[in-house]
């Protein structure tokens, strides 16, 4: 949720803008940037790749796929050993019942057994005990301060009641791990309740340290990051010290702590409360924001991407339930270079093809998000997410839901690794176009217009994802209605 989220060609990106983008030592002129090549298709190339796609793309009902109908794709990504299925908007519920499905037949399959969600650790603590153990309300887990409200819909609690379903009768239960870094007060909490265990001197002077975050996050409906801009700078400075003493205590831990079995829960929560403070270090109206180079914005996505590897088992194989843009593989060449990253590139780095990974693209219709204007503040528009209904094209010249509407079918997925290495259809694949990306946020005044001086500009088609899915028309997520707000305290 960082004020200038970076996110490549979905609208919310500043690479450009960045204070320290191209800086460097005042004896050295700064790094050349390569721009991206914007050149568009030509009508030769896009008439060859239609008839590539006619050819190659699987078509499928979007009213009714079934396990047979999603078996070929499921074969087709089920070597490797995880899986990153992303979705083109927040708020859309054809790619989210689609990624549902697909988790399921991968499920049946015996090719995923780990569900790795963007998400916070306590929701996905309670996600996890339901689909094993039957244990709590998965509609309360759902409800959560922590766990994010784009996902709080029919189509993730279908899942949900699902992955319960198999699990009463599966030989290897699927288990639900969050990878996600944005509940600081309420991992440190949970850290502090083994340290107590073992070391009760230690964890008074940290508890002490921690004490304005810990207190916050006891109140309904507080967000970690709402208490980092709004604290006093020396409250949160010493919490970031404190986190950082945490995180270390875990490093030198006696044998008896580390034989306790809460430790390994309670040492990743020490890791993910530090992760909290140092994703969003330059949030605060008082940070100095020229140290947050074009890196910090992948920060918090590099730490979910090596969060993944550290917390899957070598036997497990899993499937990483995120946006598009988070679980991509590769990036454009200027963004490597300033070193921002995702968690697909940082998971393509450590297993080669052992990572794959999905993307979604739509013509037409309406997804849900939160309507932010340019210059807004960002922070405080994600504490009234509206998540209203927008209606926007993804269907002009240069989008690729254009280029798909003209295949004459109303939904497919078209493996990308079958694109000829030379020819028109291999220059086709290279060229630009958008693909009707959207977080939380949606500002129709700068829907898919390409700046570059502020990272906003469409990709090549071949990049970011191995398989890209398609819908003709979407339609807005079924979202669940936000609990009434709490009674306020009395006088």
């Known amino acids: 949720m960082h004020r200038k989220l970076v996110v490549i060609a979905a609208g919310a990106a500043s690479l450009f803008a960045s204070p320290a983008l191209g800086q460097s030592p005042a004896d050295q002129p700064p790094p050349e ?9 030509s009508a030769e190339e896009e008439a060859a790749a239609l008839v590539w796609l006619g050819g190659t793309a699987t078509p499928f009902d979007p009213s009714a796929y079934d396990a047979a109908s999603l078996a070929p794709l499921a074969e087709r990504l089920g070597s490797a050993r995880v899986i990153g299925i992303g979705e083109a908007t927040h708020g859309s519920h054809q790619d989210q019942a689609f990624k549902a499905e697909l988790i399921k037949q991968l499920v049946m399959s015996g090719k995923a057994d780990v569900l790795i969600l963007e998400a916070n650790r306590l929701p996905a603590m ?3 005990r339901y689909i094993r153990e039957g244990q709590g309300d998965p509609a309360e887990a759902m409800q959560a301060t922590a766990f994010f409200r784009i996902w709080k ?25 969050g ?18 265990r073992h070391d009760p001197a230690s964890a008074t002077r940290l508890r002490g340290e921690l004490g304005g975050l810990i207190a916050a996050m006891d109140k309904p409906r507080t967000r970690f990051v709402d208490w980092l801009v709004d604290a006093p700078l020396p409250e949160t400075q010493r919490a970031l010290a404190a986190s950082q003493a945490l995180d270390a205590w875990f490093d030198a831990a006696p044998e008896a702590a580390r034989t306790d ?18 994703a969003f270090e330059f949030e605060r109206a008082d940070a100095d924001k020229s140290k947050a180079d074009p890196a910090y914005f992948g920060r918090r996505d590099r730490y979910m991407g090596e969060n993944v590897l550290a917390m899957l088992a070598d036997s497990e194989r899993g499937v990483v ?3 598009d843009s988070h679980v991509m593989e590769d990036l454009p060449e200027i963004a490597e270079m300033v070193g921002f990253v995702t968690v697909g590139t940082v998971l393509r780095e450590k297993l080669g093809e052992d990572y794959a990974t999905v993307g979604f693209t739509w013509s037409q219709g309406a997804f849900r998000a939160t309507r932010v204007p340019e210059g ?22 240069g989008e690729l839901g254009h280029m798909f509407d003209r295949t004459g079918h109303k939904a497919l997925w078209v493996d990308l690794a079958a694109l000829p290495v030379d020819g028109p259809v291999a220059s086709w694949a290279g060229r630009p176009y958008w693909r009707g990306w959207s977080g ?3 500002n129709p005044a700068i829907w898919q217009v390409t700046t570059v001086e502020m990272g906003e500009f469409p990709l090549p088609v071949r990049m970011g994802h191995d398989v890209i899915v398609w819908f003709q028309t979407i339609s807005p997520s079924h979202l669940w209605p936000a609990p009434p707000a709490p009674p306020a305290p009395a006088p």
């Open 261 to 278: 079995p809460g430790f390994s829960e309670a040492r990743w929560a020490a890791r993910t409360a530090r992760q909290a403070f140092l």
């Open 33 to 41: 940037l390569p721009l991206p090549d914007l050149t568009p298709a």
């Open 153 to 177: 819909n029919d189509e993730f609690g279908g899942l949900l009641l699902w992955l319960r379903n198999w699990n009463r009768t599966a030989e290897r239960k699927v288990r639900i791990i």
């Open 321 to 323: 339930w995120a946006h």
């Open 179 to 196: 990878v996600d870094c944005q509940d600081g007060g309420r991992d440190a909490a949970a850290a502090l309740a083994l340290i107590e």
């Open 126 to 128: 309670a996600f996890d």
């Open 376 to 397: 807004a503040d960002v922070l405080k528009a994600s504490q009234r997410q509206t998540f209203e209904p927008f209606n926007l094209p993804n269907n002009r010249p």
């Open 440 to 442: 939380w946020i949606a």
